[in-house]
């Protein structure tokens, strides 16, 4: 009702609690699985038999869940494209407008999985580099509205210097690749 930098900020950590909470017990259910076979294999699809009537239908079920998902997911980044352009423009979006943008994202998250079949590598590349701005740099800048100018300050750098080590580790060029 009343959105006040401290609930602002209490959301924001709430949810990325609750996110980090979900990620780690559906690795923890992972690694309980499968043990140590899990970290020596290049794909958890490997792990099960391809005539296996419950992964043909967990693979359906992730075909069902990609459809939604990618609908969900291109429609916010549709907007925010058209309010874009017409912010730099200074037209209006209309209908064809959006079907072209969406074709554009559609074909080009496709086209990024042609050029890289081995998803590791794509997701290696973009969790590193685009992954870190968005989750660290971005909300950080946001966080400049809500935070103390020395706070935001401090968690700019802070977030700014492990999205940079985040970067580093996805070109190759700190760690060991796996």
Not at 11 to 22: G, H, M
């Amino acid at each position: 009702r009343n959105p006040t930098p401290r609930r602002c900020l209490l959301v924001c950590v709430a949810s990325t609690a609750l996110l980090y909470v979900v990620y780690a017990a559906i690795a923890l259910g992972g690694y309980v699985s499968w043990g140590d076979t899990l970290t020596h294999s290049k794909s958890i699809v490997a792990l099960y038999d391809e005539d296996d009537p419950i992964f043909i239908a967990i693979r359906l079920l992730l075909s069902v869940a990609m459809v939604v998902t990618t609908a969900v997911n291109v429609y916010p980044l549709r907007e925010s494209v058209t309010g874009l352009v017409k912010s730099f423009t200074g037209r209006g979006s209309g209908a064809v407008s959006h079907v072209v943008w969406a074709l554009v994202i559609v074909s080009s998250a496709a086209g990024l999985a042609i050029a890289f079949p081995h998803v590791v590598v794509l997701i290696t590349l973009l969790g590193g580099t685009l992954a870190a701005c968005m989750m660290l740099v971005f909300p950080s800048i946001i966080a400049r509205q809500v935070l103390g100018r020395r706070t935001w300050c401090v968690a700019f750098v802070i977030t700014s210097i492990f999205a940079v080590a985040l970067f580093l580790a996805a070109c190759g060029v700190i760690g060991k690749p796996a």
